[in-house]
């Protein structure tokens, strides 16, 4: 498969077209920012890490049926995916209090809610990405109810599978963010990437910090915390 031309650079991946029908190239940076691109830096080695752990992660939720567009693995920053129309909706699933939730509510972070949360942001960079619900979102055309009914049971289904994979490598999942995309077909799949970027990973033992959280707040030790994660994940 070809490289071609750059399509698309976003905050932490580019993309390029290939010379193959359908399937795309995504190149993880290791550039990192945070509330909504106002703070920006450098996670040395992320690029490598999100890369291979968001594959090692969509593979297991392929096998527990849930399809992704990953397609194959090209190197340690690059990989070849189907070419999705991605829905704009950002998906968020919470299983503990934290961030933005907190804040909102009043809630100290860290306290396990009875159960799991589904929220979608409307994917818009100059908006701040705010918060809508399904209402919302069949409103304004961004999706259709059965497309919607689709991604919500995909969304706990991922929380599933990996609140018990995560567990088992001794790692607490907070909560995270995924997006879905369609194909040519309108069939819906899990797209983007599964990472600290996109996760709040929680030590079992000692509920320390292993994700995005520690470049967000100026935690230190953020290139070990992103290490420490992909070390469990047992794939070098
Ligand atoms: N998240 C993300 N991209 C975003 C916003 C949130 O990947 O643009 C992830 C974030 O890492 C966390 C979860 O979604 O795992 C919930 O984030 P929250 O709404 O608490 O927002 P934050 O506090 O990060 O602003």
Same mark, same amino acid.
């Given at each position: 498969?070809k490289?071609l031309?750059l399509l698309?650079?976003g ?5 390029y077209?290939?010379?193959e029908e359908?399937i ?6 290791d550039d990192a920012?945070?509330f909504?691109?106002q ?7 992320k690029?490598?890490?999100n ?5 090692h992660v969509?593979?297991?939720l ?7 567009h990953?397609?194959?693995e090209?190197?340690?920053r690059?990989?070849a ?7 704009p909706?950002?998906?968020?699933i ?7 939730f907190?804040k909102?509510?009043?809630i100290e972070?860290g306290?396990k809610?009875?159960c799991p ?5 409307y994917?818009?960079d ?6 809508i619900n =399904? ?6 055309g961004? @999706?259709? &109810?059965?497309?919607i $009914? +689709?991604?919500?049971r995909?969304a ?5 599978v990996?609140?018990r994979y995560?567990?088992s490598?001794?790692?607490e999942l907070?909560d995270?963010k995924i997006?879905f995309? =369609?194909l040519?077909d309108?069939?819906?799949?899990l @797209?983007? &990437?599964?990472?600290? $970027? +996109?996760?709040?990973l ?5 509920r320390?910090?292993l ?5 967000r707040?100026?935690l230190?030790?953020?290139?070990d915390a992103?290490?420490?994660v992909f070390k469990r994940l047992?794939i070098?």
């Amino acid at each position: 498969m070809k490289k071609l031309d750059l399509l698309y650079e976003g905050k932490a991946k580019k993309v390029y077209k290939t010379d193959e029908e359908g399937i795309l190239i995504v190149d993880y940076k290791d550039d990192a920012t945070a509330f909504n691109g106002q703070k920006k830096g450098t996670i040395v080695g992320k690029g490598a890490i999100n890369n291979r752990m968001t594959n090692h992660v969509l593979r297991l939720l392929e096998k527990e049926g849930v399809p992704t567009h990953l397609v194959e693995e090209l190197s340690d920053r690059e990989t070849a995916v189907k070419a999705v129309k991605i829905v704009p909706l950002e998906v968020i699933i919470r299983n503990v209090a934290a961030g933005s939730f907190s804040k909102k509510l009043g809630i100290e972070e860290g306290r396990k809610l009875l159960c799991p949360t589904l929220e979608f942001s409307y994917k818009d960079d100059d908006l701040g990405d705010p918060f809508i619900n =399904r209402y919302y979102a069949l409103a304004l055309g961004l @999706a259709t &109810e059965e497309e919607i $009914d +689709t991604i919500t049971r995909y969304a706990f289904k991922v929380n599933e599978v990996m609140i018990r994979y995560f567990d088992s490598i001794g790692i607490e999942l907070i909560d995270f963010k995924i997006e879905f995309g =369609r194909l040519e077909d309108g069939t819906i799949i899990l @797209a983007d &990437e599964i990472s600290p $970027d +996109t996760c709040r990973l929680w030590d079992k033992e000692t509920r320390e910090k292993l994700d995005k959280d520690r470049f967000r707040r100026d935690l230190g030790n953020v290139e070990d915390a992103y290490a420490e994660v992909f070390k469990r994940l047992g794939i070098e």
